[in-house]
């Protein structure tokens, strides 16, 4: 059985920072990547990551801020996100596919239940 769990989600003062995890069992993914929800929107792509050599794919709203790493003998992804702002605020998931990076949620079969991410102003 396939399992995506995310940890590390909170409440951060506009600036600060938190680092998200996630723990992948059950399947061998090609690429992991973190998505975003907020309340009345759409997920949105984050950020992606490769587990052969760590290729990556940012969103132009979180470049220079938040860096994907990969942890492959634990099977665990991070997402160390800095100068938060307000409009980070979302429930943000983990996600694994067998194909290729991709941008489009729908191209992910596999996801985490999600850790929620609020950023006061």
């Known amino acids: 059985q396939v399992h995506l769990v995310e940890s590390g989600g909170g409440l951060v003062q506009a600036g600060g920072s938190l680092r998200l995890s996630c723990t992948a069992s059950?399947?061998?993914?090609?690429?992991m990547g973190w998505f975003r929800q907020a309340p009345g929107k759409e997920r949105e792509f984050v950020v992606a990551?490769?587990?052969?050599?760590?290729?990556?794919k940012y969103a132009d709203s979180v470049k220079g801020r938040f860096t994907i790493s990969r942890d492959n003998a634990k099977n665990t992804v991070y997402l160390q996100m800095n100068s938060l702002k307000p409009e980070d605020t979302a429930m943000y998931y983990c996600?694994?596919?067998?194909?290729?990076?991709?941008?489009?949620?729908?191209?992910?079969?596999?996801w985490g239940q999600g850790t929620q991410v609020t950023v006061s102003s």
């Open positions: 990551i490769t587990w052969s050599d760590g290729s990556t």
């Open positions: 996600a694994g596919r067998v194909g290729l990076l991709d941008v489009r949620p729908n191209q992910y079969h596999y």
């Open positions: 059950g399947r061998t993914f090609y690429a």
